[in-house]
C-alpha cells in the first residue's frame, strides 16, 4: 500500500553553546548558575577547565568569571579591575542567545511538524492496514462461506446417498432371507421324492430340475452375500466420508464464528487487548491452497464415494432383478416338469389299471378254461373206460373167434384217440395253469406297480406340489413387503 507524500529527513543541530535550551522558569535558580567546584589550595588554580572540549567564547567568559572569582576572593583585586564584561562581550553574547533561541524554536518547530507530518502519516498507515485486514477477513469469510455451502451440499448428498444405500441393503437383506424358503422346498421336494419305490426311482427331468434349482439358488444366494458383504463395506467408507465432511464443516464453523468476530472488532471493541509476542508466533498448519485443497480432496473424495456407491445401488438393483428372473424361471421350469411328469404318471397308472383289468377278465376267462379242461377229461374218462373194457372184454373171445376185426381196429383207434385226447387236453391243461400263473403274476406286478405309481403320484402331487405353492412372489424376491 502506498502512502500519500513521503517523510522529510529533518536535521537537527545543536547550537554550539554550553546550554541546548535556554531556561524557561522565571525563578532565580533557573537561570545559568556557575557551579564552582575550585580546589582551594595556595599555589594552584582555582579552576580546572578543557579548552579543547569549550568553545573559545565560552573560554572567554570562563576567564572572565574565574576573574571575577579571583576578586571575589580576594579582595585586594576590586580596585584594580572594576569592569568585569566589555559591551562587545555583551552585544555578542545576547546575540548567541538569539541565534540559539531561534535555532533552537526552528528545530522543535521542525521537529513538531515532522511528528504531525509522522503521525498522520502513521495513523492513515495503521487505518489503512486495518481496513485491509478487514477486507481480507471478509474475503477470507467468504471463502469460508462458499466452502461451507460446497461441504453442506455434498453432506447432504452423501445422508441421502447413504440412506439410499441402506435402503437397497435391507432389500438385499430380506430378498437373501426371501430364498431361504424356497431353498427348503427345493431341498424337500427332492427328499421326498426320494422315498419313490422301485422302478419309480428313476433320476428323471424333475429330479434334475429340482436340483438344477437348488443349484440356482445358492448361486443367487452367494452372489447376494457378496453384494451385501460389499454393501456394508461401502457404507462403513459412505460415513467416514461423511465424518470427514462434517469434521471439516464444523472447523469451517469455529474458524468462521471465530474470523467473523475478528471481522467485527474495532479499536472501540470489547476484549481487545495486548497479547505479547503473538506476532512471532506462527501456530497455523496449512496454506492457502493446501486449506482449499483439503476441502476439495475431501469433496471429491466423497464424490468418489457416492459414485462408488451409485454403481454399487445399481448393480444390487440389476442383481435383485436378475436372481428373481432365475429363480422364477427355474421354478416354472420345475413345475413344468412336475406337471408333465405328473401327468406321465398318471397316465401310465391308467394304463396299468386297464391292463390289470384286463389281466383280471383274462384270469378268469383261463381260470373257466382250466375248469372246462378239467371237465372234459373227466368227460373222457368214461369212454375210455368203455373202449378198454370192451376191448378187455374181447380177449375172451374163444379160439378163433379172437379174431382182429375191424371193431378191433376201431376200438384200438378209440382207445388211442381217447389217450391221445387226454394227453392233449391235460398238456393244455398245463398250459392253462402255466398261462394263469404268468397271469397272477401279471396281476401282481401290476398291483404292485399301481401302488408304485400311486405312491409317486402322491409325493409328486400331494408333497411337492403342495409346498410349492407357496413360492414367493417376485417384488418379495426383489427385497419389497
Known sequence: MELMGSTLTATY?????SHFLPA???????????????????????????????????????????VRAKTMFYPSNRSVLTTRYTPDDWYKSNNNYYRESELSRKSAERLRKDTIRLMQEKEQLTRWTQEATSKNIGERLNDIVFWKSE????????????????????????????????????????????????????HDGVEKDLIKEVEVIKSCQERMRRHLERAVAQLASNRAAQHELERDMSDKVTAQRIDDR?????????????YR????????????????????DNILHSQSERATSH?????????????????????????VSFTSRISETADTKNSLQT???????????????????????????????????????????????????????????????????IHKLRERLMEAEGTLQTLVKTKVHLEHDLSIKAN????????????RKSFPSMPRLVGYT
Open 24 to 66: 524557561i522558569s522565571t525563578m532565580a535558580s533557573s537561570y545559568r548558575n556557575t557551579q564552582l567546584a575550585p580546589t582551594m589550595s595556595h599555589g594552584a588554580n582555582l579552576w580546572r577547565t578543557s579548552s579543547a572540549a569549550i568553545p573559545s567564547s565560552s573560554v572567554q567568559r570562563e576567564n572572565l568569571d574565574l
Open 277 to 296: 509476542g503473538i506476532d512471532r508466533l506462527d501456530p497455523s498448519i496449512s496454506l492457502p491452497d493446501s486449506w482449499s485443497k483439503f476441502s476439495d
Open 151 to 202: 461441504l453442506s451440499h455434498e453432506i447432504d448428498n452423501m445422508v441421502t446417498e447413504i440412506a439410499a444405500l441402506s435402503e437397497v441393503k435391507r432389500r438385499l437383506e430380506r430378498a437373501l432371507a426371501e430364498t431361504e424358503g424356497p431353498l427348503q422346498v427345493s431341498q424337500e421336494c427332492l427328499y421326498h421324492r426320494e422315498k419313490r419305490m422301485s422302478i419309480d426311482l428313476v
Open 355 to 421: 391292463h390289470l383289468a384286463k389281466t383280471l377278465q383274462e384270469i378268469f376267462q383261463t381260470e373257466m378254461l382250466i375248469e372246462s379242461l378239467k371237465k372234459a377229461l373227466r368227460d373222457k374218462e368214461c369212454p375210455l373206460k368203455v373202449a378198454q373194457t370192451r376191448l378187455e372184454e374181447r380177449t375172451r373171445r374163444p379160439n378163433v373167434e379172437l379174431c382182429r376185426d375191424n371193431p378191433h381196429h376201431r376200438l384200438v383207434n378209440e382207445v388211442r384217440e381217447i389217450e391221445d385226447t
Open 13 to 17: 543541530a545543536r547550537p554550539k553553546t
Open 262 to 274: 475478528c471481522h467485527h472488532l474495532r479499536n472501540t471493541s470489547d476484549g481487545i487487548g495486548y
Open 311 to 335: 454403481k454399487l445401488r445399481d448393480e444390487i438393483e440389476i442383481l435383485l432383478s436378475t436372481t428373481s428372473n432365475e429363480m422364477w424361471n427355474q421354478f416354472n421350469n420345475v413345475n
Open 456 to 467: 409317486s403320484l402322491f409325493l409328486d402331487q400331494e408333497k411337492c406340489m403342495s409346498m
